[in-house]
């Protein structure tokens, strides 16, 4: 029988875990997570090359740290001087990020100073990006809202992918340290509800295949984005309420450094918004990795999805990030996450199951691209297994055309944007549950059960979801911490 059950190792758990200890009041916790420790990680695509499907977990995604231990480790400071173009305060994600329905904005920065200097503490990098040159990037911001876009800007720490594992690897033996529980290679597979009130989880343990109830007082769900789906199952499986979410559908771009030098140099990561002709649809550039590599993680159902990282000292010449477009549906339909892994799915199988690739020009001249195109391309594709082919039999033609439009939009503040030997890497997807519904304390509305981080909507970044993890073990706690 514990005092809390946490579903889930990502930052947003390990920041509660961590507060927890610091709080000093909090017995007898288990952190539960079906993958491994931070040590036992390791992606065996830096070896062989290709995505070969992890079972039974991707352990990019699964284990302590959950989908920080391999990311680029871009910590994201934002603070009150980062607005949008209507003076709210920027939060990243959807619609400035959804932490703004539960705090204030000046609890929400006291919390991100804090959670930044805990990054500190287990030895991020001291030197925050984005601050040096703000004449520079007020001129570039101009010119983006010249062109309908809005270009924001805020201070960004980079821990680096490999520098990521070692500070998580940090914080796991610090949380050992102090006795917190926790249970690896074993999956949550539901919650225990009676009478209204979370009673405990019921697990299966992977390595031994047993099935086991653990008992606990109160359950915060940190499942991240790789269990959005399973949350949204149980959700309606055990009627906790929801609000209808969205999903980020779209690619990877891949370009030199040499087109995004200024951006780079100035913001390390610039996120341009814009709403494209002719739908107006949200579109936005999404974790930015300078010298970095386009990667493949692997999600639900066998799902392969790409992303990208970039190390503190290996280094490629070319820049990938996000293009995602913010596809919101209404009645009838509400199943944002069914939407997204099929357009998944109809990539991955076109495919052969991995990651396809395709030339900007070749988009814009109707034609696919093929393997010997891209050793000819001036261009050339950091991620050895992607496949080329043709992604436009794959993505909606909404999602296309916003995609194509925003490309053009953004070649006119960075020249060479559009360059037809740029790289399209698909599907880039990112699933949100249903954003589960919560009250000021985190609570669904099952008595004692919570959600925090990615998984049920309330985050989208490490930064967030850190804090997130930090403010929860202060609600439940009831206490406050002043250092
Ligand atoms: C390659 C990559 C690069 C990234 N780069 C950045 C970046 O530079 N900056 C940034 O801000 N963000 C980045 N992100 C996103 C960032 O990692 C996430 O926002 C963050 O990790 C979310 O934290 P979380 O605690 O909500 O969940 P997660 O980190 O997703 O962790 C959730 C954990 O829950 C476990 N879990 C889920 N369901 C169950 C279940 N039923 N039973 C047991 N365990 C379960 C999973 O195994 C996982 O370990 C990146 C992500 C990836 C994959």
Known sequence: ???????????????????????????????????????????????????????????????????????????????????????????????????????????????????????????????????????????????????????????????????????????????KEHNINMLFETEVKDLIIEDGSVKGVKVHKLKDKTDEDIMGSKVVLAVGRK?????????????INTKLGSVDIGIRYELPDKVMEKINEYMYEGKFIGRPFPYGDKVRTFCQNPSGFVSAEVYDNGLTLVNGHSYKDKKSTNTNLAILVSHHFTYPFDKPIEYGE??????????????????????????????????????IPTLKGAVAGDLTYGLGYRTMTDILQFIKDVDKVVEGFAHPDNLLYGPEIKFYSNEV????NFMTNINGLYSIGDGGGLTTGLMMASCAGVKMARIL???????
């Open 1 to 175: 029988m514990y005092d809390l059950i946490v579903v889930g190792m990502g930052p947003s758990a390990v920041f509660l875990a961590y507060e927890l200890i610091e709080l000093n009041n909090y017995k007898n916790v288990l952190l539960i997570d079906q993958g491994k420790p931070v040590e036992k990680r390791s992606c065996p695509m830096e070896k062989v090359g290709h995505c070969v499907n992890c079972k039974p977990y991707c352990n990019i995604t699964c284990g302590f740290s959950g989908a920080g231990a391999f990311s680029d480790g871009k910590l994201n400071s934002y603070h009150l001087s980062s607005r949008d173009k209507n003076g709210n305060i920027y939060l990243g994600g959807n619609d400035g990020g959804y932490f703004k329905q539960y705090m204030s904005e000046k609890e929400i920065t006291d919390l991100l100073t804090y959670t930044d200097n805990v990054y500190l503490k287990f030895g991020a990098d001291k030197k925050l990006n984005g601050v040096d040159h703000m004449d520079e990037i007020k001129k570039l911001q101009e010119k983006a809202s010249r062109n309908n876009l809005n270009l924001v800007s805020y201070p960004i720490r980079h821990l680096g992918t490999e520098k990521a594992h070692i500070l998580y690897g940090k914080l796991e033996d610090y949380l």
């Open 477 to 483: 706690t009831g206490e406050k911490n002043e250092k």
């Open 342 to 379: 099929n357009v998944a799915q109809n990539l991955n199988r076109l495919g052969g199951n991995a990651i396809m690739v395709q030339r900007l020009g070749d988009i814009n001249r109707g034609r696919r691209t093929w393997p010997e195109d891209l050793e000819n391309n001036s261009v």
């Open 437 to 440: 519904v919560l009250d000021k």
């Open 227 to 239: 269990g959005a789906s399973w949350l949204s199952e149980i959700c309606i499986k055990h009627g």
